[in-house]
């Protein structure tokens, strides 16, 4: 699973803010102990992993929809046995269905692949069991050992949209199917169905165990309208067109995986073919994007050769699909052979300038290794999936395009983690959570990929590899826990890891260190002063590189104490020294070293992270001078993030104007930089310039190749050619590339002199997603310089959407769009009153004022009351 961040600042607050609601259904009622409960002190329950009582042996599924009532009606077959103890009954997980009847069924079998299929089935018994709405308990007519099988029939319907909202951060909502336009009355969006079986949804169309301890092998056949292509895990076996203008698809996985993993998709998509040796690699958009899936998903063999090559083991699955669908519920999904992408990895050759999501592509590649082959055995151990798959985004991208652009990532990643730690500080490995959803989050991906990178630094590339290949030949097609993960290290390098793990994995926060550089050139002696703190005292291995002209001496030190002292003999006064050479280490560096020290990092260092240490020094050093040298040295860099630092920190630093700034080597940058990002980050700089040159350049990037430049680029233009802008904007308002249509609103909103309600309204209506989020947050903007009646038409509008929407999303923007305006009125009405004092009241000025004032009071208590009538469900 791929989750995606929104950058909204409001929805930032939004999720920030908003309470974590429990599952409808807990499976760990039985461990939640409420006899030990303080009113004052949070309960938050163990969770452990799931007891095996039963062993899912194969699932088959036939499934047909009803478009018109968005069901799925079914029949599962299951074949289970007892997992260990003698059994006579079966419990299986199914949400909110229709259970029309159980049966107990012969099964007859064929070898393949060294295990059983069933072939077909013939009911012997009619079975008695109960349905809670949650759960199916099914007696069975006699105990069986776990040396036998028995199957399973059950006819059941399943109706997703009548079960209760659910949902997290990562994974909007929870109800495991999902119907798209069913009955086509959407302009512009096509009919699909697709389901999301992460975390416990696939229990929401289909009976299971829905455990990720469970693996199953699978059949289904899927019954849909012959225009549509499906989609599910394992081969295409077959299609047969059926008298009534369906067709039914049957698939089938010959290798066991967990029920999570299940999908289906159908829709009208456009299939494009591609491959790896011999398997099957295919990528299905909508049809007006067929021309550029290749651009898009083109490196996919390459990334399956590779990551093949790395861990030792061939890519496991039949096959590998991967599909685009519309409102999906988070980025992306590893489901078995067949991976789901949100709509935004559907995009045309000019925005893919600016991102191509191929990060997102190498994540989902990598969970068929970890998470698909060998499955986190509980939610507590999401980091087995989700930190290696992050992790395989950085193998990837350091293997395509270097060192260096892995490098930026891992930065990323640590500006991530840090972001969600000073919310809170939890175990990697926990155990402790409400809602699975909780795992999902910049610890189990973003810090567990820091964290398997410093595994990697610490045992050596050919030990770390060696241990991941053991790994996963020693669990394939099973579920293991961290404990596996660190045997098999211990097994390959020989050492005891438990320090290693217990500090990282199954501890919580992070170091902070405070170094201190000194030279003694008498006794040619180096002395770092280390004080470390935070919550714990971690034991740390640092690489220390010590740089001469004549090249670079490394040793190593063992920080492990709060206070240490490392004095180090050395053959002369170092160049610079770098700690922590290698950049690995998850933690704060706070250096004291001299200035000259950090000057010779930036330029000598070919490491990028050493650059953006050093300039983060440099900026806050205060020499002015210095600031500007070394950021007109940074536009010249190799890596395009520190050029695009150094126009920031020009920015930032307020030297524009200074006469030292090369403005046209900025312009040809802007203009001719081969990276989106860079040419965008020059237009601030450009602006604050202000000469004739600089505006004529951004007038120029306005029809850049890529849409965030011309994006950033119409911002700035609105403030400096607004006429220009506004004709740019007008032109283009109906634009539906998402990076655009923000800059273009905004222009609208703050140059037109038009009446532009109905033009917002519509796009609010039409639009979806943060576009329309984006719009809502706008309308506020235009309404800032209007009359008062045409402000009143805006706050009926904004409340009308909110009345219309039953996405609380929608509902919290038009209810803070609201408050700005109320909050707007409310400041003019302050600053009215201010420039009352001194005035006499009965003047004919200061009664002016106060007919004004009262005006604007009347206007605030109008939106104020519209705000208050709008109270979404954030929950």
């Known amino acids: 699973m791929r989750s995606i961040l929104i950058l909204s600042t409001v929805i930032l607050c939004f999720n920030a803010c908003k309470s974590k609601k429990m599952p409808v259904e807990s499976d760990y009622s039985e461990y939640n102990n409420y ?167 696939a229990r929401c169309w289909f009976p299971t165990i829905d455990a990720t301890n469970q693996k199953t092998t699978e059949e289904i056949s899927i019954t849909v309208p012959s225009k549509f292509i499906t989609l599910s895990n394992g081969e295409l076996q077959y299609k047969t067109e059926n008298k009534d203008g369906t067709r039914t698809d049957y698939w089938k996985q010959d290798l066991p995986h967990a029920p999570y993993l299940f999908m289906v998709a159908a829709g009208e998509f456009a299939e494009v073919k591609d491959k790896w040796r011999n398997k099957e690699v295919n990528y299905y958009v909508e049809k007006e994007y067929e021309p550029y899936a290749r651009l898009v998903f083109g490196n996919t063999p390459e990334m399956m050769e590779f990551f093949s090559k790395k861990m030792g083991v061939d ?108 919310e809170k500080s939890v175990d990697l490995i926990r155990f402790h959570y409400e809602n699975p959803g909780d795992m999902f989050d910049g610890y189990s991906y973003q810090k567990g990929g820091h964290v398997l990178h410093m595994l990697r630094k610490y045992t050596g590339d050919e030990a770390f590899f060696k241990s991941l290949n053991l790994y996963l030949t020693r669990n394939k097609y099973k579920s293991a826990e961290i404990h596996d993960l660190r045997l098999a290290f211990e097994e390959v390098t020989g050492e005891d890891l438990n320090w290693f793990f217990n500090q990282w994995f199954l501890g919580e926060g992070h170091p902070e260190l405070y170094v201190e550089h000194t030279f003694n050139a008498a006794e040619n002696l180096y002395t770092i002063s280390v004080n470390q703190q935070g919550l714990k005292l971690f034991s740390l291995p640092i690489d220390v590189d010590f740089h001469y002209k ?19 003999k050395v053959t002369g006064k170092p160049d610079w020294v770098s700690f922590d050479a290698e950049k690995q280490l998850l933690g704060k560096i706070y250096e004291s070293k001299p200035l000259a020290d950090w000057q010779l990092q930036f330029t000598q260092s070919k490491l990028v992270k050493d650059k953006l240490t050093a300039m983060q020094f440099i900026r806050n050093s205060g020499y002015p001078d210095l600031i500007l040298n070394i950021s007109i040295e940074a536009l010249n860099d190799s890596s395009w993030f520190v050029r695009k630092e150094g126009a920031e920190m020009i920015v930032d630093a307020e030297l524009y104007n200074d006469e030292k700034v090369p403005v046209n080597k900025v312009i040809n940058i802007g203009l001719r930089d081969p990276k989106s990002a860079v040419r965008a980050s020059m237009i601030p700089l450009l602006l604050r310039l202000r000469t004739t040159e600089s505006i004529d350049a951004i007038k120029s990037m306005l029809y850049d190749s890529a849409y965030s430049v011309s994006g950033t680029a119409l911002y700035a233009l609105s403030y400096v050619d607004p006429e220009l802008a506004y004709s740019y904007a007008d032109k283009n308002r109906y634009s539906k590339t998402e990076a655009m249509t923000g800059p273009i609103a905004y222009t609208i909103a703050v140059v037109s002199t038009r009446n532009e309600l109905a033009f917002f309204r519509e796009k609010i209506l039409k639009s979806d997603g943060n576009t329309k989020y984006e719009y809502l947050s706008i309308v506020p903007v235009y309404l800032q310089k209007s009359d008062d009646n045409l402000v009143k038409e805006g706050i009926k509008m904004l409340s009308e959407v909110a009345a219309g929407s039953k996405d609380p999303i929608v509902q919290f923007y038009a209810k803070h769009s609201l408050e700005t305006i109320a909050e ?22 200061y009664k002016v004022i106060e007919t004004k004032i009262i005006s604007l009071n009347d206007m605030e208590r109008l939106a104020k009351q519209a705000s208050e009538s709008i109270q979404p469900d954030l929950n």
């Not at 308990?137 to 036998?148: A, V």
């Not at 068929?368 to 193998?395: Q, R």
């Not at 030190?557 to 490392?566: A, G, L, N, R």
């Not at 400041?827 to 000025?845: F, I, P, T």
């Open 315 to 422: 890519y496991p699955w039949e096959k590998f699909h991967q599909v685009v669908v519309r409102d999906f519920v988070s980025g992306a999904m590893e489901n078995t052979s067949c991976v789901v992408h949100f709509d935004k990895l559907q995009h045309d050759a000019r925005e893919h300038l600016d991102e191509t999501y191929e990060s997102i592509i190498a994540h989902e590649l990598f969970h068929h290794w970890f998470g698909d082959l060998v499955t986190a055995e509980s939610w507590a151990n999401l980091p087995l999936n989700e930190s290696f798959a992050t992790y395989g985004e950085y193998l990837w991208t350091e293997n395509k395009y270097g060192r260096s652009e892995a490098d930026i990532a891992l930065q990323k990643y640590l500006e991530r983690y840090f972001s969600e730690e000073a």
């Open 550 to 568: 004549t090249g670079v001496k490394r040793q190593r030190i063992w920080v492990d104490k709060d206070t240490q002292i490392f004095v180090i």
């Open 35 to 201: 006899d030990n409960y303080y009113e004052d002190v949070p309960v938050i329950p163990y969770r452990p992993s799931k007891t095996i009582y039963t062993d899912l042996v194969h699932t088959k599924l036939d499934i047909s929809f009803d478009f018109k009532k968005q069901h799925l009606n079914g029949i599962a077959w299951i074949v289970a046995k007892p997992h260990f103890y003698s059994s006579d009954s079966l419990t299986l997980d199914a949400r909110g269905m229709d259970i029309k009847s159980v049966d107990l069924v012969s099964v007859k079998y064929k070898k393949s692949l060294d295990r059983n299929f069933p072939t077909d089935s013939v009911i012997t018994k009619n079975l008695s069991f109960t349905y809670d709405n949650y759960k199916i308990r099914i007696k069975l007519p006699k105990t069986y050992s776990r040396s036998e099988n028995f199957g399973i029939k059950i006819v059941y319907t399943a109706k997703p949209n009548e079960l209760e909202k659910g949902g997290n951060d990562a994974i909007r909502e929870d109800k495991g199917l999902y119907f798209i336009d069913p009955l086509d009355t959407i302009p512009g969006k096509p009919t699909q169905i697709w389901t999301q079986g992460e975390t416990e949804s």
């Open 824 to 845: 707007d009125y409310s400041q003019k009405a302050q600053d009215l009153r201010a420039s009352q004092v001194g005035l006499k009241k009965k003047s004919d000025e």
